[in-house]
């Protein structure tokens, strides 16, 4: 037996298939999700290559990187801290690297300073936020921390984001830390009085004033492209079977989806913006930490409309066939909503589109899943002050 394969378009043996593809990636909040974003009509090979070099190189980009950072501050718990994505300022170039190594400069929620020191990667990674993501489970780097707060609930928001981020590294702190139990601390590596590089390291940031830092980071232009017809992609064979891949739009979208070259992948037009680079909120959708995932019809076809939580817009055009227009009609009407945060691990949907739009207003009927997902959004007066500075160790 065979079948297409919903990304590549080619007709393979069913040996072939069997992992499940999350159309939506995992690293956006899908690992618990609505059918609808999961398939196993994607063949093992794309499954593999669409998560490094597609999933991954959007998921990675700096402004979706930033974005995630953002919505995870947004639905921190006062009374229960956890872990929150770093924000990513770039590469540090004043940082005294050995040769051949990158310094890569984060910041905690609270202004903690993390120096990721890793070997640096060909340029194929350049515009991917810390680098090749296969290589940090197994390159030796290391990480240096300078705490900004000694607030016992900041401190345990920063162990938690140091154990999520950082598992394969070696963890430097050099700050003294109070309110913290010896686990916490345990965390935190020895520093190592033989290793020059550490040595020359360390003083540096020691030394180090709070004034501006020169670093650089790199935007692929087009990061967004092969990430929405991926999506697209997917979505349509869900919604509309295996006719979905006869369609010339799909063909095209597929053709983009695997043109690793930019200029090539204009030979074949889209339908939509793939990524907004400035803030256009959609009206009263305002869900600081979460992606809305808004699949609709019109006469121009269904799309797919993803407001980010920084307020860009992502958009495509899945498709404009006459009978996947009155399929999706007769299922969903005027359209289907998702709401995906990632910081919550939590994927609610589907919401009709028009009691998601009636939500929205003032007066208008509650849906108590929404109203319960808002109500964990906070503002930085509802959280404990950061203030209590921190003390660096100067040795």
Not at 212 to 222: L, M, P, Q
């Amino acid at each position: 037996m065979s079948k297409k394969c919903s990304y590549c378009l080619r007709e393979k043996e069913d040996k072939e298939f069997g992992s499940v593809e999350h159309i939506w990636p995992q690293a956006l909040g899908n690992k618990i999700s609505h059918s609808i974003f999961l398939t196993k009509d994607v063949c093992n090979r794309c499954n593999s290559l669409a998560g490094m070099h597609v999933d991954a190189r959007f998921v990675k980009n700096w402004f979706v990187s930033n974005d995630l950072a953002s919505a995870s501050n947004a639905v921190l718990d006062p009374s229960n801290p956890s872990a929150a994505q770093f924000a990513y300022f770039g590469k540090d170039e004043d940082f005294p690297c050995p040769e051949g190594w990158a310094c890569e400069h984060l910041c905690g929620a609270a202004g903690e300073h993390i120096y990721y020191v890793r070997p640096d990667d060909d340029d194929a990674w350049w515009s991917y936020v810390c680098g090749n993501p296969k290589r940090q489970v197994r390159r030796k780097a290391r990480v240096y921390c300078v705490l900004t707060s000694q607030s016992e609930f900041w401190f345990h928001v920063f162990y938690h984001s140091i154990q999520e981020a950082f598992k394969h590294e070696s963890v430097y702190c050099l700050t003294t830390i109070t309110n913290s139990d010896d686990e916490e601390v345990g965390l935190f590596q020895p520093i190592p009085e033989d290793d020059p590089d550490i040595k020359r390291e360390t003083e540096f940031i020691n030394q180090r004033s709070d004034e501006k830092r020169k670093v650089n980071f790199s935007i692929g232009v087009n990061f967004a492209d092969r990430f929405m017809c991926k999506v697209a992609l997917g979505l349509g064979r869900n919604l509309f079977g295996e006719k979905f891949l006869d369609r010339p739009l799909t063909e095209i979208m597929s053709h983009r989806l695997w043109e690793r070259d930019a200029e090539e992948r204009a030979m074949y037009p889209i339908y939509g913006n793939p990524f907004s680079w400035e803030s256009n909120e959609l009206p009263a959708m305002d869900f600081k930490a979460s992606y809305i995932l808004i699949l609709n019809s019109g006469s121009a076809g269904i799309g797919l409309t993803v407001q980010h939580p920084s307020k860009r817009i992502s958009a495509i055009k899945i498709s404009e066939h006459p009978e996947d227009l009155a399929a999706f009609y007769a299922q969903y009407q005027m359209g289907v909503v998702f709401v995906v945060t990632p910081a919550l691990r939590s994927f609610i949907g589907p919401f009709d589109f028009m009691n998601f739009i009636a939500h929205l207003t003032p007066s208008g009927p509650k849906i108590s899943e929404l109203e319960e997902l808002q109500s964990r959004v906070r503002t930085v007066d509802e959280l404990p002050s950061r203030e209590n500075s921190a003390t660096r160790d100067r040795d």
